[in-house]
């Protein structure tokens, strides 16, 4: 079993760069696709960004690509999403997941999730 924690949202300004983190723990963690995922209110959970096991390779939505970062510490088994030229579009819970058969941007192909942060941008 994979235990996921995200932690770092909060109230932030339009214009802000918070960064996310999500501790992983649990058998194998550290060797599995990770990826950021939001759901807006009254929208569906969409993908944000994901990243290989090694990092070696990254991929991001169209919306956040340029103003968002995914980065992972495989030595302190943490994810994180540095965030940066917030917008009020970007007001979101967002969640971290891991283990991925399929495609990178598909949040039914990740088996572990967090319980998610949520980010509140105010313009």
């Known amino acids: 079993q994979v235990q996921l924690v995200e932690s770092g949202g909060g109230l932030v300004q339009a214009g802000g760069s918070p960064r996310l983190s999500c501790a992983t723990s649990g058998r194998g963690s550290s060797s599995y696709v990770m990826g950021w995922f939001r759901r807006a209110p009254g929208k569906e959970r969409e993908f944000v960004a994901a990243i290989t096991w090694n990092g070696g390779l990254t991929y991001y939505a169209d919306s956040v690509k340029g103003r968002f970062t995914i980065s992972r510490d495989r030595a302190k088994n943490t994810l994180y999403l540095q965030m940066n030229i917030l917008k009020p579009d970007d007001t979101a819970l967002y969640y971290c997941?891991?283990?991925?058969?399929?495609?990178?941007?598909?949040?039914?192909?990740?088996?572990?999730w967090g319980q998610g942060t949520q980010v509140t941008v105010s313009s």
């Open positions: 997941a891991a283990n991925v058969v399929g495609s990178y941007y598909s949040a039914g192909a990740y088996k572990y």
